[in-house]
C-alpha cells in the first residue's frame, strides 16, 4: 500500500502499478487462507488497487477491485463496503460499459467512458497507533512440569502466560507451585475513554466518503492473532535461561547461581518493536474534479474540536484520476 503510494507521489505509475499488482496477490492470499487478517483494510486496499489499474488504463483489473467493494460476489457474498458510495458504482458502471458488460456482468453494452468524468482521490490520515508496551509477568511452574524438557511443556505454560496476560487464570486450590517464572510480553496501552471518530470536509462538502480503514484496531487484533505463538517462544527461551542459572548454580555455587539468575531476569525483554508512525485510521474521499485542478481545500476539526483548513495538493495520475494525501501530523 504505502509502496504504491510513494510511487505515485514520485509520479511513477507503472512501479505503482507493480505495486497493485502486490495488494491483488496478498489479498487474494489471506481470502485463500479464510483467517481474515486483512479483514480491516481489504476494502482501502482495493480502492488504491482499482484506481492504479484504472489510471493505467487496465479496466478489467479496475472493475475487479471496484465491482469486490459494490457488488456481491459468487455464492451470493456481500460487497466490503455495505453502503457504497454512488460515486464508486458510478465509476464501476462505467467500466462495465467501457469494457463491454454491463454491472451485472451479463449483457453486452458496447460503449466506451469517453463521457467519464476525472475522479479526485482523497486519503486523510489521522493520528497515530499507540506503540506496543511491555507487561511484566510472573507464571508459575507447576511441580509435574519441574524439570521436563520445555519443548514438550512450552506450549502449555506459553496458554498460561497468555491467561495471566488477560487477568483470565486463576490456580486451582490443589496445584502445587515448583518455582514462578518471570516473563516480557507486549501489550498495547488501553484504549481511550472516548475515541474521536474524524470529521473530514474535502472541497466544501464535494467529496463523498467511500470507507474508513482503523488501523488502530487492525494492529491490536494483529498482536492478539500472535500472541499465542509470542508468549510459547518467550516461554522456552525463559525456561533456557532458568535452566542455565539452575546449572551454574549446581556448578559453582549459589551466589555464581544468583548473578546468573539476575542477568536472566534483566535481559528479558518483550518485543516491542512497531512502525512508531502508523496513522490511526485512513479514510477515503472520491469526487469529481475539473480538468487542471491542482489543489483541494480539506476541513476537519483537530483532538480538541477546533474547526480547521488547510488547501491540499493534489496530483494527476494517468489520464483518468488525481489524488491527494493529507495528514494530520
Not at 479496475?62 to 460487497?79: D, N, Q, S, Y
Not at 484504549?191 to 491490536?220: F, S
Not at 518485543?271 to 487542471?292: K, Y
Request: charged share 30%; glycine share 10%; proline share 6%.
Amino acid at each position: 500500500y504505502y509502496q504504491a503510494l510513494n510511487h505515485l507521489e514520485s509520479g511513477d505509475l507503472e512501479a505503482a502499478q507493480v505495486e497493485a499488482r502486490r495488494i491483488e496477490q496478498l489479498l487474494a492470499e489471506d481470502r485463500d487462507r479464510g483467517e481474515g487478517r486483512l479483514e480491516e483494510v481489504a476494502p482501502l486496499a482495493h480502492l488504491l488497487a482499482g484506481v492504479i489499474q484504472d489510471a493505467c488504463g487496465d479496466g478489467d483489473d479496475a472493475l475487479i477491485h471496484f465491482r469486490r467493494l459494490v457488488e456481491r460476489g459468487e455464492g451470493g457474498a456481500k460487497p466490503l463496503l455495505p453502503d457504497p458510495p454512488d460515486r464508486l458504482r458510478r465509476r464501476t458502471r462505467e467500466l462495465a460499459a467501457a469494457i463491454g458488460i454491463d454491472g451485472t456482468g451479463n449483457d453486452r453494452v458496447g460503449r466506451d467512458d469517453r463521457e467519464a468524468i476525472r475522479w479526485a482521490l482523497v486519503l486523510l490520515e489521522d493520528g497515530f497507533v499507540p506503540p506496543r508496551e511491555e507487561i511484566r509477568l510472573r507464571v508459575p511452574i507447576l511441580e509435574e512440569e519441574a524439570g521436563r524438557p520445555a519443548g514438550t511443556i512450552g506450549t502449555r505454560i506459553g496458554g498460561r502466560a497468555v491467561a495471566i496476560r488477560e487477568n483470565r487464570w486463576q490456580a486451582a486450590s490443589e496445584i502445587r507451585i515448583a518455582y514462578w517464572l518471570e516473563i516480557a510480553l507486549p501489550v498495547y496501552p488501553a484504549p481511550r475513554a472516548t475515541e474521536r471518530t474524524p470529521t473530514w470536509t474535502v472541497a466544501g462538502g464535494e467529496g463523498e466518503r467511500a470507507l474508513r480503514a482503523d488501523l488502530e484496531r487492525a494492529a491490536r487484533a494483529s498482536l492478539e492473532r500472535e500472541i499465542g505463538g509470542i508468549a510459547l517462544r518467550t516461554v522456552v527461551r525463559s525456561l533456557g535461561k532458568y535452566w542455565a542459572h539452575r546449572k551454574v548454580k549446581e556448578e559453582a555455587g549459589p551466589v555464581a547461581g544468583a548473578v546468573a539468575n539476575l542477568l536472566g531476569v534483566a535481559t528479558e525483554a518483550a518485543e516491542t518493536r512497531t512502525w512508531l508512525t502508523l496513522p490511526r485510521s485512513i479514510s477515503a474521499n472520491l469526487m469529481p474534479v475539473p480538468p487542471g485542478t491542482r489543489s483541494l481545500e480539506v476541513s476537519w476539526k483537530d483532538d480538541g474540536g477546533n474547526p480547521r483548513k488547510a488547501e491540499l495538493p493534489v496530483s494527476p495520475v494517468g489520464e483518468r484520476w488525481s489524488i491527494g494525501i493529507f495528514r494530520t501530523w
